[in-house]
């Protein structure tokens, strides 16, 4: 799990920071880049707000169906696919709210600061069921790990969700409501003084 929210939560969002774009596209043969480039109309539309928070979010909760987690402990393919999803889902995802030029995030900032929180909330409700569950979820749970029973193991997953998975939407949460809040501010002052009431002069 600690793979996880490191992959989703940090490594993701960096890479959106870096903004590697250009020199990655640059680096392509031509022929990929056509073939790219004939694909426009699906990047556009996994890049738009409302299908990269589903991506991010359904591939987790996919990942975290039993069969799905016990099939990467047993395959090492899937499991490198499973840890590229989070990665590449966690780009789309995180280019909403952290500009990565060339692109440039869609939202205003109070709705970046909402769509984070959404965002976070979706990981805390996943995290709330192996949180509050009376027996382990997974079979390959059932034999504990480092002298801990199966079922602490799972909580102790469930936990840094919660509490070190949520630290990065927390501090992009506050960034945007800061920013907004200095938005706003000389926007408020502009509204106060045309209601102001007019001080007429003594005659």
Same mark, same amino acid.
């Given at each position: 799990?600690?793979?996880?929210?490191?992959?989703?939560?940090?490594?993701?969002?960096?890479?959106?920071?870096?903004?590697?774009?250009?020199?990655?596209?640059?680096?392509?043969?031509?022929?990929?880049? +056509?073939? !790219?480039?004939?694909?426009?109309?699906?990047?556009?539309? @996994?890049?738009?707000?409302? /299908?990269? &928070? $589903? =991506?991010?979010?359904?591939?987790?909760?996919?990942?975290?169906?039993?069969?799905?987690?016990?099939?990467?402990?047993?395959?090492?393919?899937?499991?490198?696919?499973?840890?590229?999803?989070?990665?590449?889902?966690?780009?789309?995802?995180?280019?909403?709210?952290?500009?990565?030029?060339?692109?440039? +995030?869609? !939202?205003?900032?109070?709705?970046?600061?909402?769509?984070? @929180?959404?965002?976070?909330? /979706?990981? &805390? $409700? =996943?995290?709330?069921?192996?949180?509050?569950?009376?027996?382990?979820?997974?079979?390959?749970?059932?034999?504990?790990?480092?002298?801990?029973?199966?079922?602490?193991?799972?909580?102790?997953?469930?936990?840094?969700?919660?509490?070190?998975?949520?630290?990065?939407?927390?501090?992009?949460?506050?960034?945007?409501?800061?920013?907004?809040?200095?938005?706003?501010?000389?926007?408020?002052?502009?509204?106060?003084?045309?209601?102001?009431?007019?001080?007429?002069?003594?005659?």
């Amino acid at each position: 799990m600690l793979q996880h929210v490191v992959l989703m939560v940090v490594v993701a969002p960096l890479i959106a920071l870096g903004a590697p774009w250009t020199p990655l596209w640059r680096s392509l043969p031509l022929r990929v880049r +056509g073939a !790219l480039a004939r694909q426009r109309p699906l990047v556009a539309w @996994t890049a738009a707000p409302i /299908a990269a &928070w $589903l =991506l991010f979010n359904v591939d987790l909760g996919l990942w975290h169906v039993p069969y799905f987690y016990e099939l990467t402990l047993k395959n090492g393919a899937v499991h490198i696919v499973e840890h590229v999803s989070f990665v590449v889902f966690g780009v789309l995802f995180w280019a909403q709210v952290l500009d990565s030029p060339p692109f440039y +995030g869609r !939202l205003q900032p109070f709705a970046r600061a909402i769509y984070a @929180t959404v965002g976070s909330a /979706a990981s &805390w $409700l =996943l995290a709330l069921v192996p949180a509050l569950a009376t027996a382990p979820l997974y079979p390959a749970q059932h034999v504990g790990h480092k002298g801990i029973s199966a079922l602490a193991d799972q909580q102790l997953a469930a936990g840094m969700m919660i509490g070190p998975g949520s630290i990065p939407y927390a501090i992009v949460v506050f960034y945007w409501l800061y920013v907004w809040l200095g938005v706003e501010e000389p926007r408020r002052r502009r509204r106060g003084l045309r209601h102001a009431p007019l001080r007429g002069g003594g005659s």
